[in-house]
């Protein structure tokens, strides 16, 4: 009995060890120089929502074109350099210790390279090369679209456009598979774990940044970013085509309250955008003449947009001027879209009758067709 007794202490003085080392912080210095970047202002952004994680982050500047980042992290997190109203760099990956970025401003959109951070050198050196298949893939398609936007003076044929979209979405499937193999691959990995955070918050649920997830370690998965990434990986299921599309309470422009549900018809596609959101508003010239086309045949829209408080009146004075015709509702601030990992930007789902999904983000040649062949 004692010696049990003694066993079950040392496990829980061992489990209570291994916390209190995996929580605790290390502090970073991160120096910056970037060439022609001319008096603008500095910030880093962090994906991680973890408060912990960024304690006592201080950016100072040193000189012309020079500064240096200090803080603590409680495990290694990704960041980007923001030139304010100019430009951000891609996310490169801030690891414990002194580290420093040497580039230009030209070259920010280019994948960072950080000395002194292991973390960020996988990056480079492993991950990047296990995504160069997709890599040649996109830039093919991105030459070719190129070409036929040219060639057509922007207005290309709804079959061709409809047909890259396609070939889009496979490329899409190509990179996300490739991600979910480099996590299983990599368990331990704070590359695998922030490439899928990075993926997810950016194009919202797929099932292989599920299984890539679902394959990292505990330890990762238990930070408050993996806690937090989790929970919304589960809320996210919600959305797979085949589901029930979650019931909503919004309001409209004169202020009044609605079920989502109420407004659903034959086919029904709910449309998130915002009202400084350059494709949302290109889309909607379109958009409107798919509607008054296949209105009266069973087809409903409802855009909900997620703007704030702030750009209310925008909201509404997009509305008029582009004579949108349909349902318009109100995500204050996107909460509930964001609960949804629903961050990019125009998202859609077309319904059924029933508000089950039939598929996410459908382009709207591909939308007309569909309405062609179930609405005579």
Request: net charge positive; glycine share 6%; proline share 2%.
């Amino acid at each position: 009995m004692f010696q049990k007794s003694n066993c079950m202490v040392l496990c829980l003085l061992f489990t209570i060890l291994s916390h209190y080392c995996f929580s605790q912080s290390h502090s970073f210095i991160l120096s910056i120089h970037i060439k022609h970047i001319g008096s603008s202002t500095l910030g880093i952004d962090f994906l991680s929502e973890n408060k912990k994680n960024l304690e006592n982050v201080k950016i100072t500047k040193l000189g012309n074109e020079n500064y240096d980042v200090t803080g603590s992290l409680e495990y290694p997190c990704a960041a980007r350099i923001d030139i304010k109203n100019r430009r951000a760099s891609k996310y490169f990956y801030l690891d414990y210790g002194n580290q420093s970025i040497n580039t230009d401003f030209d070259s920010l959109r280019n994948p960072i390279i950080v000395e002194g951070s292991n973390v960020n050198d996988e990056f480079i050196k492993k991950f990047l090369v296990a995504l160069s298949y997709f890599k040649k893939k996109d830039e093919g398609w991105l030459t070719t679209h190129r070409s036929l936007y040219e060639r057509y003076s922007g207005n290309i044929p709804a079959a061709i456009e409809d047909s890259m979209g396609t070939i889009d979405k496979r490329n899409s499937e190509i990179r996300d598979s490739l991600i979910k193999n480099y996590a299983i691959s990599n368990p331990n990995s704070y590359i695998s774990f922030w490439v899928l955070y990075e993926f997810f918050y950016r194009y919202g649920y797929s099932k292989y940044y599920d299984i890539g997830f679902n394959g990292l370690n505990k330890r990762i998965q238990s930070s408050f970013d993996g806690i937090n990434m989790k929970k919304r990986l589960i809320n996210s299921r919600r959305l797979l085509t085949g589901n029930k599309f979650p019931s909503m309470l919004l309001k409209d422009t004169l202020d009044r309250r609605n079920a989502l549900d109420t407004f659903l018809s034959k086919y029904t596609l709910v449309d998130f955008w915002y009202s400084h959101c350059g494709p949302c508003l290109a889309q909607f010239e379109q958009l409107s003449r798919i509607y008054g086309k296949y209105h009266s045949k069973g087809f409903e829209v409802i855009g909900i947009s997620t703007d704030k408080p702030l750009y209310t009146s925008d909201w509404k004075k997009v509305i008029n001027d582009y004579n949108l015709r349909w349902v318009q509702l109100w995500d204050i601030n996107g909460e509930i879209s964001t609960g949804l990992s629903i961050n990019a930007f125009p998202t859609n789902y077309l319904l059924d009758k029933a508000g089950k999904i039939i598929e996410k983000d459908i382009d709207l040649p591909r939308l007309e067709k569909f309405l062609a062949e179930h609405l005579k």
